[in-house]
């Protein structure tokens, strides 16, 4: 118990933007984070400086993108291990028709998003297009935030687990020009980010969390 209250804060935009600025080449570069507690952005040019101020840092609302989609499936009685089984009419290329003729809902706050798939399915909306719609409409309120003139655009987060968000994803950032989309498969980049901070500004140089 000595040891608690003593850790450093890092905030995810700092070691997400560490994390690209170990991966970007010759091309501007993006990640988007899309977890639990909601979606970060970051964008940068070749020489790791953010590119026309691409920063964006979780949604407005306290409900986390991922705490949404949960809450979804625990009151449809869906595992998170089901839902790619449950829309596999819709990944892959042999689905990108049927992704497209998903629609996004304009609800801002994903909690309303959530009540809105129970209403659809109790309406008799089908399972699997209503848990679709969801899905596409967190996904897509993040990835509209990023601006055009990215070549890379790495995505990492608990949601792009599920290779439906995956693709819906790759669906929109290619049609604004993105040409290589990739995918943070051990969920390694907040932390090989932190890791970077620290090798770079050393041991005991970071903010304090109070007691």
Request: glycine content about 10%; proline content about 2%; charged content about 25%.
């Amino acid at each position: 118990s000595r040891y608690l209250g003593r850790g450093e804060r890092i905030i995810t935009s700092a070691a997400l933007w560490s994390t690209a600025r170990s991966l970007v080449a010759e091309e501007p570069l993006a990640i988007i984070e899309l977890s639990a507690s909601g979606y970060v952005l970051i964008g940068i040019d070749q020489n790791g400086d953010l590119l026309n101020d691409m920063l964006v840092v979780n949604p407005r609302c306290g409900a986390g993108s991922g705490v949404n989609i949960d809450r979804v499936l625990q009151k449809l009685n869906i595992k998170r291990e089901k839902v790619d089984i449950i829309l596999s009419d819709y990944i892959g290329d042999e689905g990108r028709e049927a992704r497209e003729g998903v629609n996004i809902r304009s609800d801002r706050c994903g909690v309303f998003s959530a009540s809105a798939t129970i209403s659809d399915k109790n309406q008799g909306i089908p399972l699997d297009f209503a848990l679709a719609v969801t899905l596409k409409s967190e996904v897509l309120k993040a990835c509209k935030k990023l601006h055009e003139g990215f070549h890379t655009v790495w995505l990492t987060g608990g949601i792009f687990h599920w290779q439906y968000a995956r693709d819906c994803a790759r669906d929109y950032l290619e049609s604004i020009g993105v040409k290589e989309v990739g995918y943070d498969t051990d969920g390694s980049f907040p932390l090989q980010g932190m890791q970077q901070l620290r090798n770079h500004i050393g041991d005991g140089n970071f903010a304090k969390p109070d007691r």
